[in-house]
């Protein structure tokens, strides 16, 4: 057995059985080894980031890394950024990059970089296999280490002549980590701060804004009067009806101050000290108010729902968590906006959905529209690098065959990744996604006027306008081989996406929408 089928038997072995891939020369002998080893199924990326943010939306989903095969430092580089953004999720995730042969590595060949320093900025474990009887081993350690709380990314690089020649033999999973205890005085300390009277924000992040941890912390907020708010932006958010409801964290740091005015305690679960996104003149870093302490009840490694479970039961033993109650908005006519397509979504949210939300500025709406729709997920821009969405989706409609995912993209963010819908296309997801066409980078035009910056001009608007020409999507789509419509009132996009939800498999609607403001 050569080491590329090794490997991927060891991997197929650790519940890895899904590689996101774009190869090249190095990786031929991977790409040989599926046929021999078909429980692992090879999905076609055109581009690296759309493979790596597939496996980012895998990974959210299921809990376990798929695999993102990527083609030396530049395949890798290109995939950077929806790595980035997947640390920033603590989505589990197995790079896989290929390398030259050893011996051809010191002829300087054009693809020759720095491999393990675009890994290193990205990855919480890095190994290069050196030798053909090693990499099966290293393939589980990668695995295991991918999984340790709270998950990461694991970069395995695989040398063309590691991957040709014989001797590899697969090895079994390795044992992972549990997610760590929090102590009982931890527990303690905490209850005495909710208990205190003085006002408390619990803030969740991480698992703590799945079910359990929602429910527990409801019952915590009703016992204690702590308010809850959740990290701006969650890797993967339950809500719906059924659920109790948190608020996210605002984006804007003037609006996540306003929310955490009057906290004299700031109660970490799961989530980190808030921070304003970017620094604007004249504005503080920390969103901490000034006379409020921070306590941790868990970190991102730690077991986040147990430790509110168990605080729920000291602080609000007899307390019932407080469920949404059902409700959505009537689908609205009339012309088609972020707000009458917020509550055209809601009306229309089909239960169990799966959302990838990178609808930026048109997205102000979406939260409060379909709050009360049935239970679904929400899956965020976690590391607020653009081109997430649809590939996001991608690897969330592999990792939950039977339920809908939906892209909520903006126009300016689909741009980067589009390629995405090829593969949607290709591997028939039950993927809907419907592109906000604003015409513009909306958010920036905003913050051009945020950071003090003077702009009066052309050129400068210039930069932040994406007519000129006017991007069609449903061109862009159908030539993807996704079936695609454009709706310019809400009626439109109601009739649109009710016939998308009716059909299986793949469809966009290009829902034109004017900027904010
Ligand atoms: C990888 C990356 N490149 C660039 C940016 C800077 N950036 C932030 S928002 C934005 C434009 C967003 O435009 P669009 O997706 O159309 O959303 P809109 O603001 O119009 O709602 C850009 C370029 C980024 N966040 N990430
Ligand atoms: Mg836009």
Redesign the pocket.
Known sequence: MNGAQALIRTLVRCGVDVCFSNPGTSEMHFVAALDAVPEMRGVLCLFEGVATGAADGYGRMTERPAGALLHLGPGLANGL?NLHNARRASTPVLAVVGDHAAYHKRFDAPLESDIDALAGSVSAWVRRSARTEDVAADAAEAVAAAMTPPGGIATLILPADVSWSEGGEPAPALPVRSPAPVPGDVLDSVARTLRSGAPCVILLGGSAVRRPGLEAASRIAQATGARLLSETFPARLERGAGIPVVDRLAYLAEFAVAQLAGARHLILAGARAPVSFFAYPGQPSSLVPDDCQVSVLAEAGDDVGAALASLADLVAPDTKPLAREPERPRPPDGDLTGESAAAVIGALLPEGAVVSDEA???GLWLPAATAGAPPHDWLTLTG????QGLPLATGAAIACPGRRVIALE????AMYTISALWTHAREGLDVTTII?N?R?????GLELGRVGAQASGDAARDLLD?SRPDLDFVALATGMGVPASRARTAGELAAQLRGALAEPGPRLIEAVVP?PG
């Open positions: 950024a930026n500025t048109s607020g690098a653009i081109g903006a126009d300016g963010s906000f604003n513009s980078y909306a958010i920036l994406l900027p």
